[in-house]
């Protein structure tokens, strides 16, 4: 694009986790598509992050399946610990059991490193970073897009990937903030070195509970094992930082979790730098798409991260809605949009809604039908 009067026949908002997926997708599916993100440039943003097999095929189909396996950590078993006793509640297995039931690989790893391969991955001619969308006219025969730096875009279709502020589900629904969950993270990636000098072992995913839900989230980020990193879930009173996160402390972490197992003391002993921040949440929205405009990942279904599965819902639906409109090709896309919705919504909402009551793998049960689909033979509608 040269100009800032240019047409494109698909438009993405938000090079996010989603937008990035949405974009190699489309593209790969040969639409004209172009993204648009509000970063003056990429970032390496975030920590840990799990990507189950459901969403390691749809990076087979990108290319980047094997890339991802070179970084991540495979863990054999999600082990799920009570935080006192350290006895086990669950044992989950993943490794080369998840590979063989549920067709590839369960990975952990950096948020930031599994984005700037999907970045790195896209045709960069396409991706436009420093473009923050500021207005949308909605006319007959496309949406003139309205940025920031003054450029303006007209675009055939636009997909809202922008997140849980998403300006283009305000656009469809009206404005509404996302409300405070009751519940924060405590995140933190803990020094290796201290870890080790602890002696005891630290498995590659293990979540440890206490009472009311109270969780620590551990696990691998790298498969060479020098990065180790936890998330917590702890309910509050309530959040009144204007910020996105506030600085924490080895103090808060030992007030909230201390006197607990070895394991989880030595977590705690090895930290360093701890933030914490606020889980936002939505009711299931009753509107995926209006007209030209059509809404995926956080935009539409955020949910608290307990399941680890909010940015796979995101890149699911990036993978369906590229075979709705590949199906319908864009003059179709009001078809398009309804079959996306109707493959979609029952899934991300049950997944939101287990996400939400934090029960995800605790006791013993059968994943599959969450690892095992497969979003790009799934039958839509
Ligand atoms: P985002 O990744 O938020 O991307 C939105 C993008 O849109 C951003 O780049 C933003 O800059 C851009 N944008 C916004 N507004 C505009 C605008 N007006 N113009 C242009 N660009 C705009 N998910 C998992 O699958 N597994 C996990 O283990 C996991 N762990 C998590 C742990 C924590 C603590 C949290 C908070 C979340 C976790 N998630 C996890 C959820 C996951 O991070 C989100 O669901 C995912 O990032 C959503 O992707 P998205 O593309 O919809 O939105």
Not at 128 to 138: M, P, Y
Not at 277 to 294: C, H, I, Q
Not at 321 to 349: I, P
């Amino acid at each position: 694009m040269t100009n800032s009067t240019d047409k494109v026949d698909i438009a993405v908002i938000g090079a996010g986790l989603g937008g990035a997926a949405a974009t190699a997708l489309l593209a790969g599916a040969g639409f004209s598509v172009h993204t648009f993100e509000q970063a003056a440039a990429f970032t390496r943003l975030g920590a840990g992050i799990h990507i189950g097999p459901n969403v390691m095929k749809i990076f087979r189909h990108i290319g980047l399946e094997k890339r991802l396996e070179e970084i991540g950590s495979h863990p054999d078993f999600w082990f799920s610990r009570d935080g006192r006793t350290g006895d086990y509640l669950s044992r989950i297995p993943l490794g080369d059991y998840g590979r063989k039931e549920y067709g590839a690989s369960y990975i952990t790893i950096h948020r930031g490193d599994m984005h700037a391969e999907q970045i790195a991955a896209l045709p960069q001619d396409r991706l436009h970073f420093g473009h923050r969308l500021t207005a949308i006219e909605e006319r007959e025969k496309d949406v003139l897009l309205t940025f920031d730096n003054g450029r303006q875009v007209a675009a055939g279709l636009v997909i809202g990937a922008d997140g849980i502020n998403s300006m283009i589900r305000e656009i469809l629904l009206g404005p509404e903030k996302p409300r405070f969950s009751g519940w924060v993270g405590h995140r933190a990636l803990v020094n290796m070195d201290k870890l080790r000098s602890s002696g005891l072992e630290f498995e590659a995913c293990v979540k440890w509970w206490w009472e009311a839900s109270r969780h620590i989230m551990a696990y691998a980020t790298k498969g060479n094992g020098s990065e180790y990193y936890y998330v917590t879930g702890v309910p509050v009173d309530g959040w009144e930082h204007e910020t996105s996160f506030v600085d924490s402390s080895r103090e808060e972490m030992e007030a909230t979790f201390g006197g607990s197992h070895p394991v989880v003391q030595a977590l705690i002993d090895a930290t360093e730098t701890v933030t914490k921040w606020p889980f936002w949440n939505r009711d299931p929205l009753n509107l995926w798409s209006r007209g030209r405009l059509v809404l995926l990942g956080d935009a539409c279904h955020p949910m608290r991260p307990h399941m680890a599965q909010g940015a796979c819902m995101a890149i699911e639906d990036a993978a369906i809605l590229t075979r709705c409109l590949k199906e319908t090709g864009t003059d179709g896309y009001k078809d398009a949009f309804t079959l996306y919705e109707a493959t979609r919504r029952e899934r991300a909402t049950k997944v939101q809604t287990i996400s939400n009551a934090n029960t995800w793998l605790k006791e013993p049960e059968d994943p599959a039908w969450v690892y095992a689909y497969d979003p790009l033979t799934a039958i839509l509608g």
